[in-house]
């Protein structure tokens, strides 16, 4: 079972606009880590957000995570057709040495 | 890619052939990881290793081995393939069970 689960399963916007990619998950846990999967690639770390953090900047990308709600979201701003990729959310839970996938966000931007 | 490559990159085999494929790191990490993603199922662990001989299973394992009989080398082996199998197979690499992790380029098995 996926312990991270993504919405939406799939996005279309605009060059310029922003993408707002979300996930939830079940268990307690001490990191949650972003990654971006371009097609027919392997997977690339965006960025990492412990669980006494809030918030997270890197770039173009805004994190932010709510323990309580057990649940996350990722915001590329002013997107470019560069983005366009698969997101994965991750999350080491409870089991410490691994990490489990959502099944993703598919996000396309349209030059 | 950091320092991580896998080998084959692209294979074709008959079911009830065993498969091995290769993850090597020049990185040094610790911990490396078999994955699988299928369409559906996102990327799902197969099984790890946290060190030269530490392995440990994960969420589909069955009818899967490994093997790391040294630092760079984390081998996949499919006793018996069968067409479930059939999928693109990813290795990670990372320094600790809770840090980032770098992934190879893939390979696609198909099995017919």
């Known amino acids: 079972s996926q312990q991270g689960e993504e919405d939406p399963q799939a996005l279309s916007i605009q060059e310029g606009e922003n993408a707002t990619m979300n996930c939830s998950y079940k268990?307690?846990?001490?990191?949650l880590q972003w990654y971006r999967q371009n097609s027919g690639r392997g997977l690339v770390h965006l960025i990492l957000?412990?669980?006494?953090?809030r918030e997270k900047h890197s770039g173009r990308l805004r994190v932010t995570l709510d323990t309580s709600k057990k649940s996350s979201s990722l915001l590329i701003t002013a997107s470019r057709a560069a983005d366009t990729a698969s997101y994965f959310c991750?999350?080491?839970?409870?089991?410490?040495?691994?990490?489990?996938f959502g099944g993703g966000t598919r996000l396309m931007v349209k030059p | 890619d950091a320092g991580i490559t896998q080998s084959p990159r692209h294979k074709v085999t008959e079911t009830g052939t065993p498969v091995t494929l290769r993850c090597h790191q020049t990185?040094?990490?610790?911990?490396m990881y078999w994955y699988r993603q299928d369409p559906g199922h996102g990327l799902r662990l197969i099984h790890y290793s946290y060190g030269v001989k530490d392995t440990d299973k994960g969420e589909v394992s069955d009818g899967y081995s490994v093997s790391r009989s040294k630092t760079e080398d984390f081998l996949l082996t499919l006793e018996s393939a069968t067409s479930s199998q059939t999928s693109v197979y990813f290795c990670a690499i990372a320094n600790s069970g809770f840090d980032e992790q770098y992934f190879g380029p893939g390979t696609r098995l198909t099995v017919t």
């Open positions: 990185e040094n990490h610790r911990y």
């Open positions: 268990t307690s846990i001490n990191n």
């Open positions: 957000i412990r669980s006494n953090e």
């Open positions: 991750a999350t080491d839970g409870n089991a410490g040495n691994m990490l489990t």
